[in-house]
C-alpha cells in the first residue's frame, strides 16, 4: 500500500531534522523509487517549500552532489555495505533538499538561504511513556515507573519482580511457600501512561493510557479471571484452563468492591487479541491475531478466527463480527504509532488526549476529516499538529488543553 500524503510529509521532516530511523529512512526511499508517488510527493513539496520560504518557485539544485550525500547518510550503514538500488534519488533528491529550510541547500548554498516564513508556534507537549501505579490487596501503592528494579515484595507464594526491561512480573515461589487466600492486585496507567505486566501464568498484558487490569496474585484452580478498563493487548499462556477478560466501562467498577456488572467479557484458552473498551467510546472491540476467542454480552456471543474483529456497541445488540479486520490498525499503539487511515476527528482525539494527557476542546463544530497514514507515539505532540494540520484541521495548545478549530 503507498503511503500516504501525511505519511511522506512526516517521513519528509524526520528527514530533514536529522532524527530519521533507518527504517524511515529507507521507507522513504522507497516511496522515492516508486513512481506511483510522483503525485503524493510533488504535493508534499509543494506544501513544504511553500510553508518555508513563502514561495511557490523552488531553486535550482546540483541534484547528483545532493544525492551523493544522501546515500553516504550513516542511517544507510557502514561503508562498503551500502545499496545503491535507489538511482532515482537523483531525479527526486531535490524534495530532501527543499525540506527543513534546506538542511543540504543552505550548506550547499549558502549565499542563497531564505529565511523562513513565520508559523504559529505550538507549546511543546511530550509523548507518553512508561507510567503505572500497582494497588496491592492491602490497599498500598506502588508507582512502577520510579521505583527500582528487581524484587518488589511477596503475597503469599507469589513474588512481585521489576524487570530490567521495565515490566512487572508475578512468579509463583517453589511449593511450600505459605498459602493465603485469594488476593487481587490491580495496575492502572494515567493519561500519558502505558506498562506490560506478566500475569502468574505467564500471560503478558500491555495496556495503553488510562486504562486497569485487576488480577489475582494467583490464578485459583479451574479458573483465569482478569478485570479490565480501557485498552490492553493479551498473549494468553496457553493451558487448559480458560481465561477470561471481563469488560468494565470504567475502573472504578472493576471487582465485586466496584459493584457493576461487566459490559462484556471475552473467553480464550491461549491467544493474542487486542481489546479496546474505553468508557468514552461507543463500543467494545476485541480484535483477533492469533487462536480463537468467544466475544459474550447479555444479548448474545461471537466466536472469533484469526484476522476478524468483534465489535459490541454498547447501546445493546448481538457483538457484530467484522471479517478481514485491519489488525496492524488495532495493534498499532502497542507497535509505537497511531495509525491513522480511516480514523476520524473526534477519535483521533481522544487517542491524543490519553498519550499526550491533554484535554481537547472544540471551537465551533466538529469538522470530520479521515486522516490517513502513520505517526509514531514518540513524536512530540507539536509534530503531530503539524502534520494533522495539512487535513485543515486547526489547533491551539493553552497548557494542557488542545482547542481544536474549524
Known amino acids: 500500500m503507498p503511503p500516504s500524503s501525511i505519511r511522506l510529509r512526516y517521513l519528509l521532516q524526520q528527514y530533514a531534522a536529522d532524527i530519521c530511523t533507518r527504517q524511515e529512512l529507507l521507507e522513504l526511499l522507497r516511496a522515492i523509487d516508486d513512481s506511483k508517488n510522483d503525485q503524493e510527493l510533488e504535493g ?45 534519488m537523483a531525479a527526486a533528491a531535490v524534495f530532501l533538499l527543499l525540506v527543513g529550510g534546506g538542511a543540504y541547500f543552505i550548506s550547499l548554498h549558502p549565499s542563497q538561504k531564505t529565511a523562513p516564513a513565520p508559523t504559529r508556534a505550538i507549546a511543546e507537549v511530550h509523548p507518553g511513556g512508561n507510567k503505572a501505579i500497582l494497588t496491592l490487596a492491602d490497599g498500598s501503592t506502588i508507582v512502577l515507573d520510579s521505583s527500582h528494579n528487581g524484587e518488589l515484595g511477596q503475597q503469599g507464594n507469589t513474588r512481585l519482580i521489576k524487570l530490567d526491561s521495565g515490566q512487572l512480573a508475578y512468579r509463583i515461589s517453589a511449593a511450600g511457600g505459605r498459602v493465603t487466600p485469594l488476593q487481587y492486585n490491580t495496575i492502572a496507567t494515567p493519561r500519558g501512561g502505558q506498562y506490560q505486566v506478566v500475569l502468574p501464568d505467564g500471560t503478558k498484558v500491555w495496556l495503553n493510557a488510562s486504562s486497569s487490569l485487576r488480577f489475582p496474585t494467583a490464578f485459583d484452580k479451574g479458573r483465569r479471571e482478569v478485570d479490565l478498563s480501557g485498552e490492553a493487548y493479551f498473549e494468553v499462556a496457553k493451558e487448559k484452563i480458560p481465561f477470561t477478560v471481563h469488560i468494565y466501562s470504567s475502573a472504578a467498577g472493576m471487582g465485586a468492591a466496584g459493584g457493576q456488572q461487566p459490559v462484556s467479557g471475552i473467553d480464550v484458552l491461549g491467544t493474542h487479541f487486542n481489546v479496546n473498551a474505553y468508557g468514552d467510546e461507543t463500543a467494545v472491540t476485541a480484535t483477533l491475531l492469533e487462536g480463537s476467542i468467544r466475544m459474550t454480552a447479555k444479548e448474545g456471543q461471537q466466536m472469533l ?29 502497542k507497535n509505537g504509532y497511531f495509525q491513522l487511515d480511516g480514523v ?20 465551533g463544530p466538529v469538522t470530520e476529516r479521515q486522516f490517513g497514514g502513520q505517526m509514531p507515539r514518540a513524536s512530540q505532540l507539536s509534530e503531530v499538529l503539524r502534520i494533522l494540520e495539512e487535513s485543515n484541521v486547526h489547533f491551539r495548545l493553552e497548557g494542557k488543553k488542545l482547542v481544536v478549530m474549524p
Open 44 to 88: 508534499s513539496l509543494q506544501a513544504i517549500w511553500h510553508d518555508l520560504t513563502g514561495s511557490d518557485a523552488a531553486p535550482e539544485v546540483d541534484r547528483e552532489r545532493v544525492f551523493s550525500n544522501i546515500i553516504s547518510d550513516p542511517a544507510f550503514g557502514a561503508s562498503g555495505t551500502r545499496r545503491l538500488w535507489f538511482r532515482k
Open 305 to 333: 478466527r484469526p484476522g476478524e474483529q468483534s465489535i459490541y456497541l454498547k447501546t445493546g445488540g448481538i457483538p457484530r463480527v467484522v471479517p478481514d479486520a485491519d489488525v496492524e490498525a488495532a495493534i498499532a499503539w
Open 344 to 363: 476520524g476527528t473526534e477519535v483521533l482525539m481522544r487517542q491524543l488526549s490519553r498519550w499526550y494527557d491533554v484535554d481537547v476542546q472544540y471551537e
